[in-house]
């Protein structure tokens, strides 16, 4: 069993059976390309602090790929180098504040079922308007703002993303479980952050996970002794260290207003009692904490 992708670009043959599929959607960077087959999804989250750094340097990896065939073509140089500083700054200053916004926006829509909600205002919005915001490069941010698209004024019914009621029925696209990166490659609590993610999996038709008590040593073999395929950590060594990669100040400050978006969001009212909001609410916690020190640092 291994993990596939949206983009079709993982080593596979006609053996292969994935228990995963990684995507991006509804980002610009993912599409949607499974038309059937899955049944559940799960919620991958990482301290945005760190995670939209690390986008940077996959997009450095691929030279800053618009298309699936120029995404191809450089395969072989993904998580092989970290950019420059330069390139960072330069890709920071434009792109930075909207990435924030575009992480809570991913947050909400899979633990929402496919809601859809616009990117700047949370506000939900009309089908017609999120068809664009996944085309950012083909529009400014304010030809895709709401009162631009819908109107301040306008009363919107809830709408749900198309691929989710077609493909991930009777909420299907509401995230089951939540993983945290760091979690998962922590050897003190790596081992069982995988254990949730095999629990989705166990009992699956065609299907067989190995027995609960030999899943920490597959997860040493991969994530300790590096014996899988080439991760994050494979950059180590290769360009700046990861900690060299700043934000800026208004940066922080508005990325940690919008971690305290989301926890406030799900750690109130329904969201109390869901087990997937709460493992969420539990990991922004940590990922505020962090930041907050990081720009106490920064204010020397």
Same mark, same amino acid.
């Given at each position: 069993?291994?993990? /596939? ?47 939209? +750094? ?26 092989? &180098? ?30 929402? /079922? ?12 009309? +089908? ?40 991930? +029925? ?11 990166? &760091?979690?998962?490659? =922590? ?15 166990? /009992? ?8 609960? =008590? ?6 040493? &073999? ?35 207003? =919008? ?10 009212? @329904?969201?109390?009692?869901? +087990? ?12 505020? @904490? ?9 204010? /020397?």
């Amino acid at each position: 069993l291994t993990t /596939g992708d949206d983009f079709d670009l993982s080593i596979k043959n006609a053996e292969t059976k994935f228990a995963f599929i990684k995507t991006s959607y509804p980002q610009h960077e993912g599409i949607w390309t499974q038309q059937g087959g899955m049944d559940q999804a799960l919620l991958l989250i990482r301290n945005p602090r760190w995670a939209i +750094p690390g986008y940077h340097h996959m997009l450095n990896e691929i030279d800053y790929a618009t298309t699936w065939q120029e995404s191809y073509a450089s395969m072989d140089n993904v998580y092989t &180098e970290r950019s420059s500083i330069e390139q960072w700054v330069e890709w920071r200053d434009r792109r930075a504040m909207a990435e924030i916004h575009w992480w809570g926006w991913f947050i909400d829509f899979w633990m929402e /079922g496919g809601l859809m909600r616009d990117i700047f205002t949370h506000r939900m919005t009309t +089908p017609a308007h999120f068809e664009k915001l996944m085309q950012p490069h083909e529009f400014t941010e304010t030809e895709l703002s709401f009162a631009n698209m819908v109107g301040e004024n306008t009363t919107v019914t809830p709408s749900f993303d198309y691929n989710c009621l077609m493909y991930l +029925p009777e909420g299907g696209c509401k995230a089951k479980t939540v993983i945290m990166f &760091e979690k998962l490659i =922590e050897p003190s609590t790596g081992p069982a952050e995988a254990n949730k993610m095999a629990a989705t999996i166990v /009992g699956k038709p065609g299907i067989d996970v190995i027995s609960e =008590e030999a899943r920490p040593c597959i997860w040493e &073999e991969l994530i300790v002794h590096r014996k899988g395929l080439r991760t994050s950590v494979d950059r180590d060594g290769h360009g700046p260290p990861h900690e060299a990669f700043h934000l800026t100040m208004d940066q922080m400050l508005v990325m940690n207003h =919008e971690l305290e978006r989301v926890r406030d969001k799900y750690s109130s009212g @329904t969201w109390v009692d869901d +087990p997937a909001a709460q493992d969420l609410v539990a990991g922004v916690n940590v990922y505020i @904490t962090e930041n907050l020190a990081e720009m106490e640092q920064m204010q /020397g």
